[in-house]
């Protein structure tokens, strides 16, 4: 279930992973923190930003961006760059990628957790949720 975000949980987000979210990203998620993404193509689970305010929240977003991308690196062929943000159920997640530089391309990439390998799959968020 999706919610609004302060953005300061945002910005926690980014301090702690050392980036820095697209604007369409941000807007958002400050508006839907979470949810699904459904298309012809895809649905995605969004994970959300870790939003501290009660404890229903902290409950309802536990599984949030930091600790998701956090868990990946773990994972054989995780791009370093890549930041998860959401995921299939069956493994694949999708991501937003930089040049090395911290600052992540409005553009979502689907990565494959079998052959390690992005592609490219809308050029910003909003393009998989209508």
């Given amino acids: ?68 991308t956090k868990n990946a690196k773990d994972w054989n062929n995780f791009p370093e760059n890549a930041i998860a943000i959401g995921a299939d159920g069956f493994g694949n997640l999708i991501v937003l990628l930089h040049n090395g530089n911290g600052i992540l391309n409005e553009k979502v990439s689907f990565w494959n957790h079998e052959t390690g390998m992005c592609e490219v799959i809308a050029e910003n968020i909003n393009e998989l949720d209508e």
């Fill in 1 to 68: 279930m999706a919610f609004p975000v302060d953005e300061k949980y945002i910005k926690e987000t980014e301090l702690e992973l050392k980036v820095e979210f697209p604007t369409v990203f941000k807007y958002q998620m400050i508006n839907n923190n979470g949810g699904e993404l459904v298309s012809d193509d895809y649905e995605f689970e969004l994970f959300p930003f870790f939003d501290k305010s009660d404890k229903k929240r902290i409950s309802r977003t536990c599984n949030h961006i930091g600790l998701e």
